[in-house]
């Protein structure tokens, strides 16, 4: 296991990873990942790291516009040596749903989980959260594509890499159908995903922590307990409904998601930014 690093070395580790990480997406070229600066299981470091990376992204003109929570599945967990979801962050800039064609120029090293996002209608900031609370702060819910992305080479990554990584977020689509939880119930649905019209991935709602709305308060109690509460008006991807895949270029992706519909994606030639 790597060493976690001494509180003199947290500071000069927290700047050295970020570093890293912007250099992998400015350049296009993927990195070494960042355990052996943050250790195997620090957390607390980790998010420090994600923390940094944000405040440069809204330094440069970027918005914050919502959340994603990601390892909702136990199989994923288990493989990463951990025992809860984690989340990034999502900035304006990171929804694709308008655009005709994914610029896969963007992107490092595509992956696509199909998913249900929430678009909330509330604030989340009650010290007494709960499922019902959550259910009734959300204003409707559409079919997702979030398109990962992980600037670590050949996606090497441990927890602490992912978290640091904005939990290897890159790019998501929203599709157009907006339904009310008085009409469907997000634990009910059924998920297949194709890739050129090949089916590549079957899930279903209680594959993402036994039910989406559990992921949803689990990321609303994080997220107050941070002092940055979910805000009424912002996405959340709520996690993976099956495996993810790889989404190479020039391929057109399409999930349906029972009671929200379809949700379609087609990936740009490389070159294209």
């Known amino acids: 296991m790597t060493q976690i690093p001494t509180s003199t070395d947290r500071a000069a580790a927290i700047i050295q990873a970020a570093d890293r990480l912007e250099s992998a997406a400015r350049n296009g070229t993927p990195c070494e990942p960042v355990r052996d600066l943050l250790g195997d299981s620090d957390m607390e470091l980790a998010y420090a790291v994600q923390q940094r990376l944000t405040r440069n992204r809204l330094a440069a003109g970027a918005r914050i516009v919502g959340r994603k929570i990601g390892l909702t599945s136990p199989a994923v967990q288990q493989q990463l040596g951990v025992d809860r979801p984690d989340f990034g962050v999502l900035f304006d800039d990171m929804d694709v749903s308008h655009l005709p064609v994914i610029p896969s120029g963007r992107l490092l090293q595509a992956k696509a989980e199909a998913e249900i996002a929430f678009v909330l209608g509330a604030d989340l900031n009650s010290e007494n959260l709960s499922v019902d609370v959550v259910r009734a702060a959300v204003d409707y819910a559409v079919a997702a594509l ?94 993976a409904l099956g495996p993810m895949v790889a989404t190479p270029t020039g391929a057109r992706v399409r999930a349906e998601i029972s009671s929200l519909g379809t949700v379609t994606a087609t990936f740009s030639a490389k070159e294209m930014r």
């Open 146 to 239: 979030e398109i990962v992305d992980s600037r670590v080479a050949d996606w090497d990554i441990r927890i602490t890499d992912t978290v640091a990584d904005n939990a290897s977020s890159g790019l998501y689509v929203l599709g157009s159908q907006r339904v009310t939880l008085t009409d469907f119930e997000p634990v009910d649905v059924t998920m297949r995903m194709y890739v050129d019209d090949d089916l590549v991935s079957e899930g279903y709602g209680a594959a993402c922590l036994g039910d989406p709305l559990n992921a949803l308060l689990w990321l609303a109690r994080t997220t107050r307990e941070l002092g940055e509460p979910l805000r009424a008006g912002q996405v959340v991807l709520s996690g």
